[in-house]
């Protein structure tokens, strides 16, 4: 006997796209609904027209009105909720549902709602025996098990970096606008330096090669996976999700209007809905439809070999936007099968990789993982293993590839007195003087197969960060690179320390007058407790001190006291 399948949202943009690939699915009366009646019936019959065999109907219905005596009367096995968007919705929807009997299933990806989706209808579902699955989606549900499929067995995970660059052409409905406006500019939350951090939603973009896409620009977005994954996985150092727009017309109109929420020069950036759809009409007629996802970890593998592992996914022909879908049609065939214990979960925990990819197989979506292995670290490829070994254990630690990425500690800090220096210590993000001051420094591997491999340093000084990217290049030198400017370090080692005075420097790819470079005093050594030490002494010709810090640091984001 076939289950009664009851869609809300059925005639939007994923509720079409959902009703077309539940449609042929055995087992099924697919029940279409729309708060216009006339629409749900003529999907209704379009879906019919595609599957003669299929059995679908339509009604009409506003989930928001009487929602209890509709389905008194229809009487479902599922119902699916496709209608969004989710962001400071409530739970009254699937709490009806579920007092009614039925299996609940939603596409939401709102960090909001999913946060607190089983805590408040798990002893609802129980007591009536079903089953509520949220979060059927791209996130968390695909995302999640991408990375519970990539590091299965694995004894550490540094870093999870998730992105979604849907293709240009791809239909966005309003909800999906909406939500992102909900957050633009405002706080959202991040896993960075081993605990859970806030960013702003769309600011801070930057760019990232996306595997058969090419390069786009990303930014970050809110989603529930920085609190799911982070202390799921222990993770070490960062969980981020990012989404970019195709279009750079549209990214940069994003994070414009995301600048200027955080500014509160835009007081309620979901006015600007229809100029963004309407914008979107517009752009579609230069983009592709080509879109992806990646899901990329970092961390030690099952035999303790640093690994980086990247799963990818490549969407064509304009079947992008059924990737939501997917994880809700699979959650239906497991609520098909039995076995699932009645209560409310999020819906990643009962879905693997595999039940989802198995949805792709009738459209143009290609899937692919590639393992990378990371090897030495460059300190090492620079100074030679003999040399290498030959330092501090903490510096080995610290320096050596399979070395944590967070350390943390304490510091002390001498700025510049004099004004220009200082105004160029602020610009390159150098902190103020102080002393006993919290530090983490968090060190990010790559291993360049486009060219030298490169580590990328964040310095923490009290949420005063500045960063910069270290390379060892095939011609044997080492660089250190703060913006636009590049400097070249002369690095040796010895039994007791690491220093790196600096032997040139470039603008660009302009190369300087040595006369005019910064002088650098940085030695790196282990103390008496065995922590990895640091004393930088940066002078200007001229100008004299440019900036001075040292101190210690412990591997782990939770610095001891002094």
């Known amino acids: 006997m076939n289950r009664r399948v009851l869609l809300i949202g059925g005639t939007g943009i994923f509720g079409e796209r959902l009703a077309r690939h539940l449609c042929p699915m055995g087992g099924i009366d697919l029940i279409v609904t729309s708060r216009n009646e006339l629409k749900a019936q003529q999907l209704a019959a379009r879906l019919v027209q595609a599957h003669p065999y299929a059995s679908v109907s ?3 219905l506003d989930h928001r009105d009487n ?3 509709r389905l008194e009367t229809v009487k479902p096995f599922i119902v699916i909720d496709c209608s969004g968007p989710f962001q400071r919705a409530g739970y009254g929807v699937a709490r009806t549902v579920l007092e009614a009997g039925a299996h609940m299933i939603d596409l939401a990806d709102a960090r909001d709602y999913l946060e607190d989706y089983a805590g408040a209808l798990d002893q609802v579902a129980k007591r009536h025996a079903a ?4 979060g059927a989606s791209s996130t968390p549900a695909l995302s999640a098990s991408a990375v519970r499929s990539l590091s299965a067995g694995w004894q550490r995970i540094d870093s999870i970096d998730i992105c979604i660059t849907p293709g240009g052409k791809s239909e966005v409905g309003r909800a999906v606008i909406s939500a992102i406006m909900s957050y633009a500019g405002r706080d959202i939350p991040v896993w960075r330096e081993g605990r859970l951090s806030q960013t702003p939603g769309w600011l801070g973009a930057r760019t990232v090669a996306m595997p058969d896409l090419g390069r786009r620009r990303v930014a970050p977005v809110e989603t529930l996976d920085a609190q ?5 996985h222990a993770v070490t150092s960062r969980v981020r999700f990012a989404a970019g727009l195709e279009s750079l017309l549209e990214q940069c109109g994003m994070q414009l209007v995301a600048r200027l929420a955080r500014w509160r020069l835009l007081r309620r950036p979901e006015r600007l809905v229809p100029i963004l759809l309407a914008v979107r009409n517009l752009t579609r007629l230069t983009t592709s439809d080509r879109g992806g996802m990646s899901v990329e970890v970092k961390g030690l593998d099952a035999t303790g070999t640093a690994v980086r592992v990247q799963y990818s996914l490549l969407a064509k022909e304009g079947h992008g936007p059924y990737v939501p879908v997917l994880p809700a049609a699979a959650a239906v065939k497991a609520l098909l099968r039995g076995g699932i214990e009645p209560g409310a979960h999020l819906a990643e925990r009962v879905l693997s990789l595999s039940a989802i990819e198995a949805e792709m197989a009738s459209y143009s979506i290609e899937t692919k993982t590639e393992r990378v292995q990371l090897g030495e670290g460059i300190f090492e490829e620079h100074l030679g293993r003999e040399t290498f070994q030959m330092m501090p254990a903490a510096l080995r630690t610290l320096h050596g590839a399979g ?11 001498r700025a510049a007195e004099w004004f220009v220096p200082r105004l160029l210590a602020r610009l390159f993000g150098f902190p103020a003087s102080g002393s006993e001051i919290p530090v983490t420094v968090t060190v990010d591997r790559d291993p360049g197969e486009d060219g030298p491999g490169r580590e990328t340093w964040v310095r923490n000084f009290s949420g005063q960060r500045f ?4 390379r060892h290049h095939g011609d044997g030198t080492f660089w250190e690179t703060f913006g636009p400017f590049s400097f070249r370090l002369g690095l040796a080692a010895d039994r007791e320390s690491l220093v790196m005075p600096v032997t040139g420097w470039k603008l660009g790819p302009v190369p300087l007058p040595r006369a005019l470079a910064p002088r650098s005093r940085t030695r790196e050594y282990e103390d008496e407790q065995g922590r990895f030490c640091f004393d930088v002494e ?5 100008l004299g001190l440019f900036a001075h810090y040292r101190g210690w640091l412990v591997p782990g984001p939770s610095a001891p006291t002094a």
Request: aromatic share 2%; hydrophobic share 50%; glycine share 12%.
């Open 538 to 542: 940066l002078t200007l010709p001229v």
């Open 467 to 470: 960063s910069s990217v270290l």
């Open 403 to 413: 070395g944590v990425p967070v350390w943390s500690g304490r510091a002390e800090v």
């Open 228 to 232: 799911l994954l982070g202390p799921r």
């Open 131 to 134: 089953v509520g699955l949220a």
């Open 67 to 69: 929602l209890q005596s």
């Open 58 to 60: 339509a009604i009409q």
